[in-house]
Each structure stands twice: as C-alpha cells, then as structure tokens.
C-alpha cells in the first residue's frame, strides 16, 4: 500500500500537479488572469506563467497583428498589478513581465486593518 498523497500544494485547474508554493503561487496569478478575461496559451496572444523566481509572465505573439502581442501582454499586467501583485519588467528577457506574489498579511496587518489596534480598543473603552 503506498503513502503517496499526491502533490502538497494540490492541483492546477488543468490537473497539473503543484509540488511546491511557487507553483501554487503561479496558479494564483494564473486565476487572476483567467477571471481577468485575459486568453490563455495556446490561444491568440495568450498568457503563460512560469514558477521561476520570480513568476515570469507572458504572452505568446501573434503574427498576424504586431500590436496585439504588447497589448495583450500590458492587459495581462494591468490585471496582476489591480489584484496587488508586484510587477515590473523582467531583468533577463525584455519580452517577459516578473510578478511577485501577493505578500500574506500577517496578524498585526490584519488587526490593524479591522480596527483592533491599541488605539481603536482604547476608543472603543
């Protein structure tokens, strides 16, 4: 009988495996686009996110229209950027766009956020 459970961060929409955070941390960016409208590969100009470090964005070119590509590539962006994903040109390819993952907010965020700072309790007295 085996123990395998399978990948630990579960699976993609498309029942791809995700084995570590960063690939969950791609199929993230990947909803994101999706919800966005934003076509995904191997359609015309689509979306593609690799788990490299950090997330490499792009989008396929399409050949039969130069300006589709760029803008296609500046929606899919414009999409991570509103969602809070930190963008910004790739440093080793000029046709890609680095995404860093949404950071996790951590419990004093949180409070503060709510309004259960000291501050707020003391009003609230």
Avoid at 44 to 72: I, N
Avoid at 86 to 114: C, G, K, M, Q, Y
């Amino acid at each position: 009988m085996s123990r395998w459970k399978g990948p630990e961060f579960g699976r993609a929409v498309d029942a791809r495996p995700l084995w570590s955070a960063r690939d969950w941390a791609a199929e993230q960016a990947r909803v994101v686009l999706r919800a966005a409208g934003c076509p995904e590969f191997p359609a015309r100009a689509g979306f593609s996110v690799e788990s490299h470090d950090p997330l490499a964005l792009a989008v396929t070119d399409d050949f039969t229209d130069p300006a589709h590509q760029p803008a296609a590539l500046a929606r899919a962006t414009r999409a991570l950027a509103e969602a809070g994903y930190r963008t910004a040109p790739h440093p080793w390819d000029n046709e890609l766009v680095a995404v860093w993952p949404r950071p996790i907010r951590s419990r004093v965020t949180r409070r503060a956020v709510r309004g259960d700072d000291a501050a707020s309790s003391a009003a609230r007295r």
